[in-house]
Each structure stands twice: as structure tokens, then as C-alpha cells.
């Protein structure tokens, strides 16, 4: 595997939001509402970045293939925004105005670090997205909002699969120690972010069927396969874009949309 193929994976799963079902003639109750009118656009706008600082170290790699892949993955996560604020218009959710303190800290952490570091701070926010995605899939009966999830998630599987393929090539040759240390520190961070997720968007998480333990027990899970893919790089594979994903939506009893029919490609 080399970053050539995450640029024609990235390359082939530019269109992947096209065909998104908008005539969905279901709208959000006022139960449904309160509980993502909060989380909703907070994500929307993490989505929403230019990724200068990141699009910047990776040119400073010196490797063109990787570069590529890093402009089609930024324009992927854009379109995530833009298909989620599309959601929201139609919904009347209005747009925030200025990030959250919480999106602040990690595109501060992100801007001022290396580009391991940088990586390692994203794979966090990444992880936490995966979850959030699944508990807004389960937080509403909207099959357009469903539909819109389950393309994110495929996606998230495929970021996290990427972004732990660049930290095995640029962290070759590091010592055993380093690497453990390392690994400890974004443990505290993993687990810091996570509590404080929850408190921030508990309305939403409990409403997908996550209370604390479930939410910090997903989010481990998550970050464990991270852990297993860093430790044995073997495992990192690209999907196919006609292949199911691995990461899917997990719940005991899943809504059902209520007027579109679910679409996973």
C-alpha cells in the first residue's frame, strides 16, 4: 500500500454525496430537535475547515502522492459540511457563527504541532466523530438524516485507516519508548476528550442510546482498532468503493427511516 492508492481511493469517492435522497418529506418532531439542535452544528463546522496548517506539513513531507491524498480527503471532510449544513437549512438549524471552545483547542493543538502530532490530535477528534455519527443516526426517525450519517461513517472508517497508514510511514525508526510514551499521552487525551464530549453533548448521545459508559465504551473500541492498525500496519487496508464497511452503525435495535429508503453507496 503506498499514499498513491489513498489518492485514488480518495480520488474515486469524490461523488459519494451525489445522490443523497433531499425529496425526504420527513420532519424533525420537536423530541428530535431539542435533542440535536445543539451537537448538530458544532459538528457541522468541525467538518467545515480549510485544513491549511495540515495541507501545509503534508507538502513539507516532499511526497506529491501524499499531498494529493491530503487535498481529496480536506475536500471529503468539506463536503461532509456542506451536505450536514444542507440538512440543517432545510430543518431551519442555523449555521454558528464561531466555533466552539472545544473545535478551538483542537485546531489550536493541530496548527502548532508536528505532523505526527497533528495526525494523532486529529485521529482523536476522528474517533469521537465515528461514535457522535452513529448516536445521531439513532437519535432521530429522519431517513434523509440517517442516510447522510451512514455515508459519514463509511468515510470516518476510511480517515482513521489513512491517518494511522501515515503515522506507521513517518514514525519509522522511533524507539520503544517513545512509542509507549506517546501512546499514554493520547490515551489522557482520548479519555479527557471523551468525558468532556459527553457533558457537552449528552442530549444528543443519550438520545442514540449512549449514556456515559456506552459512549466511553464505543469510544474505546475505536480507539483500540487505532491502536491494533499503529501496532500492525498490516491490518490497514482500503476499502473498495463497492465493499461494505466495517464500521457500522451499532445498536441492538436500529431506527428505521421513516420515508427513505436506506442507501449505504
Known amino acids: 500500500m503506498t499514499f498513491s ?18 425529496d425526504d418529506s420527513y420532519r424533525l418532531t420537536e423530541r428530535e430537535l431539542r435533542a440535536i439542535r445543539y451537537s448538530l452544528p458544532q459538528f457541522q463546522q468541525g467538518e467545515h475547515s480549510e485544513g491549511k496548517h495540515l495541507y501545509q506539513k503534508a507538502k513539507d513531507l516532499g511526497d506529491p502522492d501524499y499531498v494529493a491524498a ?31 471552545a472545544l473545535d478551538k483547542v483542537f485546531r489550536w493543538l493541530r496548527q502548532w504541532a508536528s505532523l505526527e502530532h497533528t495526525l494523532r490530535v486529529l485521529l482523536t477528534a476522528e474517533i469521537i466523530a465515528a461514535v457522535y455519527y452513529q448516536a445521531l443516526y439513532q437519535a432521530t426517525y429522519s431517513g434523509l438524516l440517517q442516510q447522510i450519517c451512514r455515508r459519514i461513517l463509511r468515510d470516518e472508517e476510511m480517515h482513521l485507516n489513512f491517518q494511522c497508514f501515515t503515522l506507521t510511514q513517518i514514525t519509522q525508526g522511533q524507539s520503544g519508548l517513545r512509542r509507549w510514551a506517546t501512546r499514554q499521552a493520547y490515551r489522557v487525551l482520548m479519555a479527557g476528550t471523551t468525558l468532556v464530549v459527553w457533558l ?19 469510544v474505546s473500541v475505536e480507539f483500540g482498532r487505532v491502536e491494533d492498525m499503529l501496532a500492525t500496519p498490516g491490518g490497514i487496508f482500503v476499502r473498495p468503493k463497492t465493499q461494505e464497511p466495517t464500521v457500522l452503525v451499532k445498536t441492538s435495535a436500529p431506527r428505521r427511516p421513516a420515508s427513505v429508503a436506506f442507501q449505504a453507496h
Open 200 to 218: 457537552t453533548y449528552h442530549r444528543t448521545l443519550r438520545a442514540g442510546g449512549f449514556g456515559l459508559l456506552a459512549f466511553a465504551d464505543a
Open 5 to 22: 492508492d489513498w489518492a485514488n481511493y480518495f480520488s474515486a469517492n469524490q461523488d459519494h454525496l451525489d445522490d443523497l435522497s433531499w
Open 70 to 100: 491530503i487535498r481529496l480527503f480536506i475536500r471529503e471532510e468539506q463536503g461532509h459540511a456542506r451536505v450536514l449544513g444542507q440538512y440543517m437549512a432545510i430543518h431551519q438549524l442555523p449555521r454558528l457563527c464561531k466555533s466552539s
